[in-house]
């Protein structure tokens, strides 16, 4: 099943301890980033990939990094959270090019993160 | 830039009411236009899309009609059930640059 899976789904964790959310897509899709989705203010989008080692800041890039040393990851680190980064964040995929115009993204089901 | 505008919500309708949520847009080109759904606890889908000027994109009862003259793409569905009940987002693609959203539509759908 083509899919793009995120872990964990839930996750609490302290000001300060370094964490990673996994994200991983199955489509052989080049193009990947991360969005955090907070109450009014819609999806935002942290980092984009458009392939393999190439990374992009989004709109709301502050205290979050990503990699992609391969095609189908692209974890989201947060090196010091903080409670302002509690929020829900999606991973999603797409086919970069012309192909991307006519599928839109897939997306995956979401990390609810609290950082206390 | 480009840019997505949806009417805000919350919008609650009872069972079998007509919907609509609006949506315009501002972009250069011609950009694809998407509507996704996000029901609760759960990721965005894809709904439906439309690459092109005067395309319907139509799926589960909701339909959008790509207008370039009006740069909207308006969400419709005859007849609501309860389970439509979600968050609505409107979204467009101009090329090969990211995906860009309205805030979304809240829909509650009473019995």
Known sequence: ?116 | GDSVTQMEGPVTLSEEAFLTINCTYTATGYPSLFWYVQYPGEGLQLLLKATKADDKGSNKGFEATYRKETTSFHLEKGSVQVSDSAVYFCALMPGNTPLVFGKGTRLSVIA
């Open chain 1, 1 to 116: 099943e083509a899919q793009v899976t995120q872990n964990p789904r839930y996750l609490i964790t302290v000001t300060g301890k370094k964490l990673t959310v996994t994200c991983s897509q199955n489509m052989n899709h080049e193009y990947m980033s991360w969005y955090r989705q907070d109450p009014g203010l819609g999806l935002r989008q942290i980092y984009y990939s458009m392939n393999v080692e190439v990374t992009d800041k989004g709109d709301v890039p502050e205290g979050y990094k990503v990699s992609r040393k391969e095609k189908r990851n692209f974890p989201l680190i947060l090196e010091s959270p903080s409670p302002n980064q509690t929020s829900l964040y999606f991973c999603a995929s797409t086919h970069y090019g012309g192909t991307g115009s006519r599928y839109g993204y897939t997306f995956g089901s979401g990390t609810r993160l609290t950082v206390v």
